[in-house]
């Protein structure tokens, strides 16, 4: 809303946890509250970062190594920032992302190096350099891997990359976003195995909370 600040909103959670279609959600009931929101998502969210997208999402599992992996998703991470959520910000409007740097903390951070590089603190360091943003609020869609990973295989597309992981990584990668939930306090866990609308529920109260 005109002359307020705005707010930053994530939605985070593995393959198939619902995040697009609570983000989606989330962006239609707060419209009708009177906000304006930019709902917008990772990798992409700009034209850059959308053909960066295309880029780290399609093609050969082994296409990229891990560090080049990083690097990707953080250029496209800054060009999204600069110039589709700063200035959306700066406007006084909401914005929704479908991700952001804890999906490279948890998808990127969790795998090792063939060197045997610390590879989470090499993208909290990025992140830090490069970034330097954080939401004031992250939504943690939380959802069984099994659960998630049959909604994303029925769902898949050519986009295959990272659903291909398996359940094993997909389950870890939970236990990591739980993890970081406990430490951060921007974030808000919430249970996704029910109803979309029962679910949207939480997170528009979450919001409205935040927005208060
Ligand atoms: P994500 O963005 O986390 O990968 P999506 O919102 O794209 O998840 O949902 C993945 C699939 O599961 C879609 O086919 C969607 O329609 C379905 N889905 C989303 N939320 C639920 C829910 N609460 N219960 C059952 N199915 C769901
Ligand atoms: P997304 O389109 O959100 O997929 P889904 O709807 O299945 O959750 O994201 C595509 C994939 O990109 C997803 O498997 C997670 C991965 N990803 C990373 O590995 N690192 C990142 O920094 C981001 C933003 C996404």
Do not use: C
């Not at 034209?47 to 960066?52: L, S, T, V, Y």
């Not at 603190?121 to 970034?131: N, S």
């Not at 739980?178 to 979450?206: H, S, W, Y």
């Amino acid at each position: 809303m005109a002359g307020e600040p705005g707010l930053f909103i994530s939605f985070e959670g593995i393959d198939g946890s619902g995040k697009s279609t609570q983000a989606r959600m989330l962006a239609e009931a707060l419209r009708g509250h009177g906000h304006s929101v930019v709902l917008t998502r990772e990798p992409g969210g700009s034209a850059g970062a959308e053909d960066i997208r295309r880029l780290v999402l399609e093609g050969d599992p082994d296409r990229w190594s891990p560090e080049t992996e990083i690097l990707l998703f953080t250029a496209a991470r800054r060009d999204h920032l600069e110039k589709t959520i700063l200035p959306a910000l700066a406007r006084g409007e909401v914005v929704i992302t479908d991700r952001f740097a804890d999906s490279t903390r948890m998808y990127q951070g969790i795998r090792r190096s063939e060197n045997g590089a610390d590879l989470r603190a090499m993208v909290d360091d990025l992140h830090a350099r490069m970034i330097g943003v954080e939401p004031d609020l992250t939504i943690l869609i939380d959802i069984d891997a099994e659960v998630g990973h049959s909604r994303a295989v029925a769902r898949a597309g050519a986009e295959q990359r990272f659903e291909d992981m398996g359940t094993a990584l997909q389950a870890r990668m939970r236990a990591g976003f739980l993890e970081l939930a406990k430490e951060q306090p921007r974030f808000a866990v919430i249970n996704g195995a029910r109803e979309p609308a029962t679910v949207a529920v939480d997170v528009l109260a979450t919001a409205l909370d935040k927005l208060a």
